[in-house]
């Protein structure tokens, strides 16, 4: 979703319109985005609560602590991102579109990664780059994934 040029992406930071950190951005969906916020549960919010996102900064039309008392969050937070989260089943590639294996299971912010004929490891959906259909594809290239220091399941 892009709001004055700029695309909301994971990982920025989320204020108030009285400049107050609310949290940082997890989940980018089509009509909404979630919010990871310290001390307090995850929140999902639509894009029309965005004044603006400039140098790398959503601002909200609301103040940090109306955020905080607005209404309870749904029961399912990631309802909104279902087609964007990873599910068991699903064929998981590297940048370079070889397959490495599939998803297993998930678990909070990471996935269990079984691939054929190697251990099973969990890996942090920080490494998702994109999902096309059924399929996952990361930030990395396949040759890497036994390279990196992934936790065993």
Known sequence: MSINGEQIRPGMEVVGADRVTV??????GEDAFLIRRDLEP???LPFTAVREVANGVVTLML???EVSNSSPPTTDLYAPFREIMPTP???VEGSDRETIGQVAAVEGDRFILNRPGKLDVYVPFD???DILGDRLILDVPSTQI?????PVV
């Open 127 to 129: 490494l998702i780059n």
């Open 146 to 150: 036994d390279r990196m220091d992934f």
């Open 23 to 28: 949290g940082r951005v997890e989940r980018v």
């Open 42 to 44: 995850p929140r999902v």
């Open 63 to 65: 103040k940090a602590r």
């Open 89 to 91: 089943g699903m064929a």
